[in-house]
């Protein structure tokens, strides 16, 4: 790891009260940090810039709120322009223990992952200590999230704290992904679609007297309909663009025996109401079969899918780039 570059991205909205303490915990491991000033309110650029004096400190400041996803993104970029191996994304309200850095890193360092994620639902008890309606909004958004994404073995999406290879972030549109609280979901989305590899890494989150900006309650119509978007998306380029198995035409094939099916059994069910009589066993069986063999190859097809998750790490199948070009500069 000694050979590694590491740059520590934190976005910093409304978290001069921690940011400070936060910059101090990161260890002698990290060789840049790069503060992005998201147009904070409170001016923590300029508090960062004026009370620290650590060398490896960088302060972004963006003109316009990008959001915490935008905020990310601007500090990849500067991670790419440091010539960075590995950036690592960290919350500054220090909710984040700093001193997990060299475990979240380990995976990909050992080219066994490509982006490794923080999971808070790892141990019981960290769980039970959660706030309950925090609880309840990310158990229902790691659910759908396992759809949208395709990584089923993974939980806990919106989970901020993450590692992520140089290698893959250049293969990511990192203009394209949701600029603001989606933007972890929509960030695995993206990964799954280029075949990257992700573990989780089990930490306990510091819950005190900070208060979050993400109003789960707020959000969950959001998520749901971009977790819809993003499934259909993935679905589609997976089993139809970028390949065709069998689990291809299960689906299809599922979906039209189901339509068929419920369609069929509709109208022999409205026909049989207004002659006022019972539908034959043959009309019924017609209908039912159609329904019981779709919904069975659509559920070969789930299982399929949730075997299909990346497993070779796409690290190690990508040319290592001798000089990077900045990312600014290469944006259209």
């Not at 700093?98 to 080219?111: F, N, Q």
Request: proline content about 5%.
């Amino acid at each position: 790891m000694n050979s590694t570059k590491i740059a520590v991205v934190i976005p910093c909205y409304k978290v001069k009260g921690k940011i400070l303490g936060v910059i101090a915990g990161i260890g002698p491991e990290v060789t840049a940090i790069i503060c992005v000033d998201d147009c904070c309110p409170e001016g923590s650029g300029q508090f960062i810039s004026a009370n620290v004096k650590d060398p490896r400190v960088t302060v972004v400041r963006l003109e316009q709120n990008r959001g915490v996803g935008g905020a990310t993104v601007a500090g990849y970029e500067a991670a790419l322009d440091k010539q960075a191996d590995i950036a690592v994304k960290l919350d500054g309200d220090g909710q984040m223990d700093p001193l997990l850095i060299p475990v979240i890193v380990s995976p990909i360092v050992s080219g066994y992952a490509d982006y490794t994620k923080g999971n808070r639902f790892y141990n019981i008890e960290d769980v039970m200590a959660m706030p309950k309606l925090r609880l309840f909004g990310n158990a229902v958004l790691s659910f759908i999230s396992k759809f949208s994404s395709g990584y089923w073995e993974i939980a806990d999406p919106t989970n901020g704290y993450t590692a992520i290879h140089a290698r893959i972030l250049e293969q990511l549109p990192l203009r394209k992904l949701s600029q603001r609280w989606f933007f972890e979901t929509d960030l695995l989305f993206r990964l799954n679609t280029i075949g990257a590899v992700v573990v989780d890494i089990p930490m306990t989150a510091v819950y005190a007297d900070e208060k979050s900006n993400l109003k789960i309650l707020n959000v969950i119509p959001e998520f749901m309909w971009k977790h819809t978007r993003n499934y259909f998306k993935r679905i589609f380029y997976s089993y139809f663009i970028r390949g065709f198995s069998i689990a291809s035409i299960e689906l299809v094939t599922g979906l039209a025996l189901l339509a068929f099916g419920v369609s069929y059994g509709v109208h022999a069910w409205v026909v049989s109401l207004d002659r006022h009589v019972f539908a034959s066993s043959g009309t019924v069986m017609v209908a039912a079969l159609p329904v019981i063999l779709g919904l069975q190859l659509l559920l070969s097809f789930l299982n399929y899918d949730m075997k299909s998750a990346p497993r070779l790490p796409l690290q190690n199948r990508l040319l290592p780039k001798v000089k990077r070009p900045s990312a600014r500069e290469a944006s259209p």
